[in-house]
């Protein structure tokens, strides 16, 4: 379907941002708030004004929560056990895996709430076991924007493009305990966004970069009713890699680099019951937008100017409202699964992002059945802040097959 100018520019605001501006008073967000500086006295005046000042990244399509299982528990996925989105979440926990070969496929809509019917989000992801300690994983997450029609300040018509970006992820997860397993992955990212299109004097190209994700998973079985247990604890750094650009330009863009740390908590109610609680936290590794004033009076966003490794580091303790902005900037995923013989589930979560870092809220819920060789999940979004989401109102689905069933039917 065709879009109009406003798409454009906002790709090019995507692709060029970072622009320096001259102004007089500059508006800043500090901890939440609004504030007016005058780079030539240095003088802050509270605006008494909620504001925004979230973390920004180029490609934000590799945070997209791919799988309708994690979807429908509040997008969280870390410690939960292993399938083949794993390679999305963790991929340490695939050496936990119970199959010894598996694959999924997801397929999201996105923004159908809009009436966009040519944008969504495709997901294919698998394991194989190679032995009792070791397994590998493969992963390929394609996004479509749909066909868009380029036009100039005029109205006039550029062309007609169809952005897309994909990434393909490859993965190593080695068990180096009875309870203890860690993975490396590597990956290579690919953004389209209007190439062949030239915005004041800059050629619009294909945006590549490279990165690497690290995660490590402890699991442990605890006697603590009567039935038994299981304790599983993951942490992830993903997206770890060169920063992107799609032009000349050396100011080039952050990647997603992102920590999560979660926690999933499983109860053998009985032989035929289990019941799972689980939650994630994640947060960017990159800089907190922080633009500074050179000597001329232009905006520079200085954050953009650090390495990929250094800008890690920064994210840390860069936030203009310290320490309490820094808390701010985690976003929290709660969920629960119910498991009745292991063929059907019932799942149900939350989404909370503080409303200056994005203001995502929203429950989800979903189903899942197993039969066989053949699994199929869905999730349903319900948003509940006025911040519109892409997935509001939207079902989305999972498939999951486990071609190593077939060896336990001969």
Known sequence: MKKSLVQLLFIVLLVLGGTALKAQIIPKCIDGQGFSYNPITGQQIPTGERCANAVTTAVPFLRIVPDARGGAMGDVGIATSADPNGMHYNQSKLAFAKQKVSISATYTPWMRNLGLQDVYLAYLSGYVQLDKFQTIGMGLRYFSLGDIEF????????????????????????????????????????????????????????????????????????????????????????????????????????????????????????????????????????????????????????????????????????????????????????????????????????????????????????????????????????????????LDNTLRFSLLFDFAAFEGEE
Do not use: C
């Not at 905006?299 to 310290?322: H, L």
């Open 151 to 390: 036009t100039d300040e005029n109205g006039g018509s550029l062309g007609q493009g169809r952005p897309n970006e994909f990434e393909v992820t490859g993965a190593y997860a080695r068990k180096l305990s009875e309870n203890f397993s860690a993975a490396v992955g590597a990956k290579f990212i690919y953004s389209n966004l209007a190439t062949g299109q030239v915005v004041e004097g800059n050629e619009i190209k294909p945006g590549v970069a490279g990165a690497a994700d690290l995660s490590l998973t402890f699991r442990k079985p605890l006697k603590v009713t009567k039935n038994g247990s299981e304790l599983t604890i993951g942490a992830v750094v993903t997206n770890l890699g060169s920063k992107i650009t799609y032009t000349n330009s050396v100011n080039r863009d952050y990647i997603p680099t992102n920590l999560g740390l979660g926690l999933a908590w499983k109860f053998n109610l009985d032989e035929y019951n289990t019941f799972t609680f689980t939650t994630d936290f994640n947060k960017l590794l990159v800089p907190t937008p922080r633009p500074e004033i050179d000597e001329d009076g232009d905006m520079i966003p200085d954050y953009k100017q650090y390495s990929s490794i250094r800008g890690v580091f920064k994210s840390f303790g860069d936030a203009p409202g310290g320490f309490s902005e820094e808390m701010k900037e985690i976003t929290t995923g709660i969920g629960a699964e119910y498991w009745y013989d292991d063929q059907f589930a019932v799942r149900a979560g939350y989404f909370f992002e503080h409303y200056s870092k994005g203001n995502r809220k929203y429950f989800s819920l979903g189903l899942g059945v197993k039969y066989n060789i053949f699994g199929l999940n869905f999730s349903y979004l319900v948003p509940t802040s006025n911040q519109r989401n892409p």
